[in-house]
C-alpha cells in the first residue's frame, strides 16, 4: 500500500505539472510577449510554494526515520535555494 505522504507528493506534483502545461498553452494561445512575461512571472510563484510543500509532506512521513539534525540541514538547504532565487 502506498504511504499517504508519498500520495500527496505525487498528486502536488501532477497538479504542478498541469499548472505549468495550462500556462504554456496560455502562452501559446495569447501570442503576446507581455502576456507570456506575466503567466511565467506567476509560475515563478508556484515552484517554490510547491518545493515547500512537497518536502514538508516528506518530512513528515518521515519523521520517524530521520534525525532532527537532517531535517534541520533539509529546511536550511531549501532555505538557501529560495534566497538564491531571489538575489541578483
Given at each position: 500500500m502506498i504511504e499517504r505522504?508519498?500520495?500527496l507528493m505525487i498528486?502536488?506534483?501532477i497538479f504542478s505539472g498541469?499548472?505549468?502545461i495550462t500556462a504554456a498553452m496560455l502562452m501559446?494561445?495569447?501570442n503576446?510577449?507581455?502576456k507570456a512575461f506575466y503567466i511565467n512571472t506567476l509560475l515563478a510563484l508556484v515552484g517554490p510554494c510547491v518545493l515547500i510543500i512537497t518536502t514538508g509532506f516528506a518530512?513528515?512521513?518521515l519523521?520517524?526515520?530521520i534525525s532532527v539534525t537532517r531535517m534541520i540541514c533539509l529546511f536550511a538547504g531549501i532555505t538557501?535555494?529560495?534566497i538564491s532565487l531571489k538575489s541578483n
Open positions: 505522504a508519498l500520495l498528486v502536488l506534483r498541469s499548472v505549468d501559446y494561445k495569447f503576446d510577449l507581455e518530512l513528515i512521513g519523521a520517524e526515520k538557501l535555494i529560495l
